[in-house]
C-alpha cells in the first residue's frame, strides 16, 4: 500500500505570493492532519481534516488555510507569504478519528520564501 | 494547555550500547496518548513506540521500551542493542483522549541521536 505522498517536495516563493500544498492520504484513510516544523518553533499543529469538515485548528493566522476533497486529499494554501512561513510542511494521515489511531507522515514540502 | 519538554538537544551512544531519552509532559488530563516518533535524516517520520494512560504496563516494541511514569508525568525512551540505523530525531509527542483535539499531537523540540561505529 502506498504510503502518504506530498506535492511538491520543494517550492521556493517570494514575499506575498501565495503558495497551495497537496496531500494524498493512504488509501482508504479518512483523516489528514497538518504540522509545521522549523528550527525555532519545533513542530506545530495547523489543522486537521476529516470527512471534508475541519476538526481542529491550531494557532495560526488566517492566512493559514486548508480543505480536504471528498477523496480524502487535502490542500493547504498560505496567502501572503512571509519570511518566516519557510518551513517544512509535513502532512499525515489516519483511519478515522479513532482516539489511539495511528498518523503516518509524508515525507514533507519543503518552503522557502525569499 | 498541555506542553512536551525533552531536555536533551542532543545525545550519543556507542553501537550495541543502550540509551534512554527524556521526556516529561505537563497536563491536566487523567486520559491521554503518549508516543515518540523517530525521523531520519531523510525527514520521513516515523513511529516507534506509543503508551496510552489508563494502562501501567510499560510499552515495548523489540529493542524499544518506555519508562511511562504517569505521577511523574514522565516518557523516556530506552533503545537496546543500538544500531547504526537508529540515529535520527526523536520527538515526544502527547495526544488528549478527550475533546476535538484527537487529531492533535503536541510535540516536544526533539533529541538528536547520533550512534558512534
Known amino acids: 500500500k502506498a504510503g502518504v505522498t506530498q506535492t511538491p517536495r520543494y517550492l521556493i516563493k517570494t514575499r506575498g505570493q501565495q503558495v497551495t500544498l497537496s496531500c494524498s492520504p493512504i488509501?482508504?484513510?479518512?483523516?489528514v492532519s497538518w504540522y509545521q516544523q522549523t528550527p525555532g518553533q519545533g513542530l506545530q499543529f495547523l489543522f486537521e481534516y476529516f470527512s471534508e469538515t475541519q476538526r481542529n485548528k491550531g494557532n495560526f493566522p488566517g492566512r493559514f488555510s486548508g480543505r480536504q476533497f471528498s477523496n480524502s486529499r487535502s490542500e493547504m494554501n498560505v496567502s501572503t507569504l512571509e519570511l518566516g512561513d519557510s518551513a517544512l510542511y509535513l502532512c499525515a494521515s489516519s483511519l478515522v478519528l479513532a482516539q489511539n489511531n495511528e498518523q503516518f507522515f509524508g515525507p514533507g514540502t519543503r518552503l522557502t520564501v525569499l | 494547555a498541555q506542553t512536551v519538554t525533552q531536555s536533551q538537544p542532543e545525545m550519543s551512544v556507542q553501537e550495541a550500547e543502550t540509551v534512554t531519552l527524556s521526556c516529561t509532559y505537563d497536563t491536566s488530563e487523567s486520559d491521554y496518548y503518549l508516543f515518540w516518533y523517530k525521523q531520519p535524516p531523510s525527514r520521513q517520520m516515523i513511529l516507534v513506540i506509543r503508551q496510552e494512560a489508563y494502562k501501567q504496563q510499560n510499552a515495548t516494541e523489540n529493542r524499544f521500551s518506555v519508562n511511562f511514569q504517569k505521577a511523574a508525568k514522565s516518557f523516556s525512551l530506552k533503545i537496546s542493542d543500538s544500531q547504526l540505523g537508529d540515529a535520527a530525531m526523536y520527538f515526544c509527542a502527547y495526544r488528549s483522549a478527550s475533546g476535538g483535539s484527537q487529531g492533535n499531537l503536541i510535540f516536544g523540540k526533539g533529541t538528536k541521536l547520533s550512534v558512534k561505529p
Open positions: 488509501s482508504g484513510h479518512r483523516s
